[in-house]
């Protein structure tokens, strides 16, 4: 193909697809606890499941933050409530799971969102501190064992229960300069794998979406249609494909997946384009 025409096929920005999602209302009287909520991507799917009817949590370290955030929702016609929870604190974790529960009656699906890549740090391993490989650990792989080691007695005794994990392709492929966001990702597919074992007896499902680049407002357009053209579909992932997934396996139609990992990344996972 002409270059001028590929790149006419790079979709830099696009916009969020909801169609009829607000029909759906599948998650009506269900509770959702989303952890990192007030970021991108936490935002996005914790606006699905409110657009979907569930009584969603918005949790995360910053108070402010989930105010502002459950505000915004509120101008939408979204009512949901928060709860401040910091993912490397098992103190704050079993707190926030203990007050959630007794406030709503339980904890249906919790999606663990929370998490960062340090891509600002741009470190090889070997000039990596030791405080950032432990901070990130604490929060990314560890954190998510916390909650899921926490949120599991809610959910065995309703004899139901979905737990997502969000991972990343970085995880699954690896990524210079990222080495231990790569395993802490990594090891999210061996705790998914593992819990979906444990809990399939008790009707818990356990599964991970990891998505590929999801972009800030703040990148270039250079380095974002650099990024798509490295994608199958010529496109990058915004926040909502990642909910759209996430709603899904959190559903009645996903009851029999389980120890499953769906990457979300316009195909930028299946290995070199060629080109
Ligand atoms: N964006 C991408 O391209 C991409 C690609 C693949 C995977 N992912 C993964 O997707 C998830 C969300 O990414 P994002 O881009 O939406 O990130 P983001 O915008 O930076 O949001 C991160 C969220 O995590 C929360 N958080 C951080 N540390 C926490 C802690 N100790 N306890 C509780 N909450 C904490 C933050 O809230 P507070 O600071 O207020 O606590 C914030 O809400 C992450 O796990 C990330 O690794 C992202």
Known sequence: MLDFLKKQRIVVKREP???????????????????????????AISRRFAVEGARVVLTGRSEEKLKSLQAQLSQEGLA????????????????????????????????????????????YLHEQTVENIDNLMRVNLRGVILTSREVVQYMMSSKQGRIIHISSIVGMQGKVAHAEYAAAKAGLFGLMKSQAIELGRYGITVNCVSPGLVPRETASDEKLSDSARKTVLDKLCVPEDIAHSVAFLASKEAELITGQNLAVDGGRSLGLKGD
């Open 17 to 43: 697809q909801y169609i009829y999602v607000d029909r759906l209302k599948r998650f009506e009287g269900t509770v959702v606890l989303v952890t990192g909520a007030t970021g991108s991507i936490g935002e």
């Open 80 to 123: 949901v409530d928060y709860a401040v929870m910091d993912v490397s604190n098992e103190h704050s974790v079993a707190a926030a799971m203990q007050t959630v529960a007794n406030r709503l009656g339980g904890i249906d699906v919790l999606i663990n969102n929370a998490g960062y890549s340090a891509r600002s740090e741009k470190k």
